[in-house]
């Protein structure tokens, strides 16, 4: 091998490395990763998949704990095999080396097939408009109940799967609605007393909207029964009340002075509604929102101060 010649007064290449015993080997491939699927392991999970819509399965619902032990299953016969095959191997060859058990797979939980599918599950490739035609009279026909059923009628040679056939449907063929009213906010709310947090059963219960859509929707307004219109005395003496209960209270110095005097602290960047979710259930038929408005544009001192052009002095005593 050619040796790499370093300028005069440098150390040749690599010499720091091999010092510190730090030898770097650059041509060296990294193997196979432990937990990499083998192919006899794919193939057992798409029997098991394709055994369970057979069933007539939701494809929402596969059980990936019968998957996985069908994984399992699979994996101690193909291992049992290979481990015979290198014996009778070992036993063959003339100058037999150390023999070596081989090393067993780990067994795949029932979130790594689910994940696993996710990779390999088949796909015809782009959709035809012969098989959107199919897709489409099949899926209102079943009422979006059997997908199983409606995948064989637009594809008879299994190339469409059923999730394939009700992700497609649900994503690409039903226009999404965007607008609420009433209507919709009282079938929301009965979804979710049948499915509970499964936003993506609640949207399909709703139609043509997004899990995400139905989520925000009834989280921030379906669920509180909101009311519109003018606050009352009452409403904005409980939004106050819930505000101190809520908030972190905290001893103002003396000769403080603006949001500094206040005996608590209302949150500042509360993305996720958090603290407003929790005022909102103390004022009935308000939302989050419409509790944080109310605060921050009619009633936090500090704000109303700067309106009004109150005092420190009264400003304290307000929010005392």
Known sequence: QPVALAPPGMAPPG???????????????????????????????????????????????????????????????????????????????????????????????????????????????????????????????NGGQRWDIVAAFVDSDGARTADECMRHYRDRMTPLEKDWNDADDARLREAVRIHGDDWQRVADAMGRRLPKDVRHRYQQYAMWRPKKGAWTILEQRRLVLAIRAEAEPRDAPLGATGADAMPFKVPVNDRRDGFWRKVATHVPRRTPLQCRSKWHDDLDPVRFVKKTGWSDGELAALAA
């Open 15 to 141: 010499a720091f490395e091999r010092a510190a015993g730090l030898e770097l080997r650059f041509n060296r491939l990294p193997g196979p990763r432990a937990d990499a699927w083998a192919d006899f392991e794919d193939s057992a999970l798409a029997r098991a998949v394709k055994a369970q819509e057979d069933e007539g399965a939701d494809p929402r619902d596969v059980a990936w704990a019968r998957v996985a032990e069908a994984v399992k299953r699979d994996a101690k016969v193909a291992q049992a095999a290979a481990r015979a095959a290198k014996a009778a191997a070992h036993a063959a060859a003339a100058n037999p080396k150390p023999w070596a058990e081989p090393k067993k797979k780990k067994a795949r939980s029932a979130k790594d097939c689910a994940r696993r599918w996710d990779d390999v599950k088949p796909n015809a490739g782009s959709w035809t408009e012969d098989e959107e035609a199919r897709l489409l009279a099949a899926a209102e026909a």
